[in-house]
């Protein structure tokens, strides 16, 4: 069902992000990027640049290694199965999350008061990935991307929860840390682009035998049973003579 050769662009791309967000977190351990520098911070053109470098960035330890992990295995699974469009997928999902979590009004779910908000992390690319590996699968109904589907599921089902305040599980005291935001910009973002790109690389293959007017005389269980049991009436076929272009002479000379 699997293609037995494994992409180098599964492979390199992936660690390629990994480098890129251990560096990241490298850099701010130095203190390159204290306070909210780097972040999206929402409707605030400080927080633009968070757009781009947000997902590079990780408040602790727990948080890049909670977030390497699915990078890796989702990108894998882009890059494997997703080949013709990984790299719009990547940078257009990106790109679109970290511009409608900039966009989305920073108010706190419960009491409605303005939050001024700091938002670092590689969490809305994962869920970008997720929710397109899913959506593409059903989107195109084939059986090998469909599978894809389902490991998703079955492996990370539970992020649905993430795209909803924590605040609506747990009694905090204080606003969660966890951005819900990010998440259900990746989700949405996510599901678009698999709708967008339904049609472009594998579908669902459609066998001749699927046609309404297929008709295959080896599938003629009836016809085959009357040529076992008369095969003198097959032994003669007959046949159409063929003209011979010398018998029509005169009419082509009248011509």
Known sequence: MFKNVISKKAIINPLLMLSAMWLGYFLQLQGFFESCFGAIIPLMPEGLLGIITSPLLHGNFDHIVGNSIPIAVLMFLLYQFYPLVANKVFVLGWL???LLVWLLPPVDILTGEYMYTCTIGASGVVYV???FLFFSGVFKWNMKLLTISLLVVLYYG???WGMFPEEFFYNLNEPSKISWQAHLSGAVVGSIIAFM???VGERKKRYIWEFPNYYNEKDDKLWQEYKENHPEDFLELPYKK???IWDHL???RKK
């Open 197 to 199: 790109f339904k049609k």
């Open 242 to 244: 063929k003209d011979d």
């Open 250 to 252: 005169e009419e082509l």
């Open 96 to 98: 679109a999350t970290g």
């Open 158 to 160: 539970s992020l649905i």
């Open 129 to 131: 990935l997720a929710f």
